[in-house]
Antibody, heavy 116, light 113 residues
Framework: EVQLVQSGAEVKKPGESLKISCKGS????????IGWVRQMPGKGLEWMGI????????RYSPSFQGQVTISADKSISTAYLQWSSLKASDTAMYYC?????????WGQGTLVTVSS | DIVMTQTPLSSPVTLGQPASISCRSS???????????LSWLQQRPGQPPRLLIY???NRFSGVPDRFSGSGAGTDFTLKISRVEAEDVGVYYC??????????FGQGTKVEIK
């Protein structure tokens, strides 16, 4: 069974750093892309970026380039999304999703709350 | 960049009645490989999105056959033949023709009248 299991909810202060994770199982982790999608409270889905764990090829949406870093550790089948300095506007649910051509499986989401 | 536009943004439906959602892309979604990478996602309240339909009209594993997709080029439709209570949520179209760039529609909220 394909599963993407994300790390738990986080509460952070502005300026703090954060790294959230997405662990894949039930399939060949290095053969599929893993993308990250943001959903701000009450809003729609926004593509942030994507990584191919097989060779670490990484692409970013222009809206998120320079704001976040996407990485993966194929030895433990885990992808990451990280911030070096969080802002209140980063408060959102973040989803990882698996794709070859199209997305098929989604993680359960990680809620990130940034508040002073 | 491709822009995906959904209509309507809200769709109150009576249980057992059909529902239809339209999605239009700002440019053709036909890929150079001949496929059209247009998907439909369902997001129930408090849940992550879930794939319903891929490549315009293919139902994903476990998706009931009351859901169907159609269209071509730039115009696509998701139909629910008879809405059930569990269908309440927000539906998104998305394109992956420009993979690895994804673009989502704004979402259409389906609710029961």
């Amino acid at each position: 069974e394909v599963q993407l299991v994300q790390s738990g909810a986080e509460v952070k202060k502005p300026g703090e750093s954060l790294k959230i994770s997405c662990k894949g199982s039930g399939y060949s982790f290095t053969s599929y892309w893993i993308g990250w999608v943001r959903q701000m409270p009450g809003k729609g889905l926004e593509w942030m970026g994507i990584i191919y764990p097989g060779d670490s090829d990484t692409r970013y949406s222009p809206s998120f380039q320079g704001q976040v870093t996407i990485s993966a550790d194929k030895s433990i089948s885990t992808a990451y999304l990280q911030w070096s300095s969080l802002k209140a506007s980063d408060t959102a649910m973040y989803y990882c999703a698996r794709a070859q051509d199209e997305i098929d499986y989604w993680g359960q989401g990680t809620l990130v709350t940034v508040s002073s | 960049d491709i822009v995906m536009t959904q209509t309507p943004l809200s769709s109150p439906v009576t249980l057992g009645q059909p529902a239809s959602i339209s999605c239009r892309s700002s440019q053709s979604l036909v890929h150079s490989d001949g496929n059209t990478y247009l998907s439909w996602l369902q997001q129930r309240p408090g849940q992550p999105p879930r794939l319903l339909i891929y490549k315009i009209s293919n139902r994903f594993s476990g998706v009931p056959d009351r859901f169907s997709g159609s269209g071509a080029g730039t115009d696509f439709t998701l139909k629910i033949s008879r809405v059930e209570a569990e269908d309440v949520g927000v539906y998104y179209c998305m394109q992956a023709t420009q993979f690895p760039t994804w673009t989502f529609g704004q979402g259409t909220k389906v609710e029961i009248k």
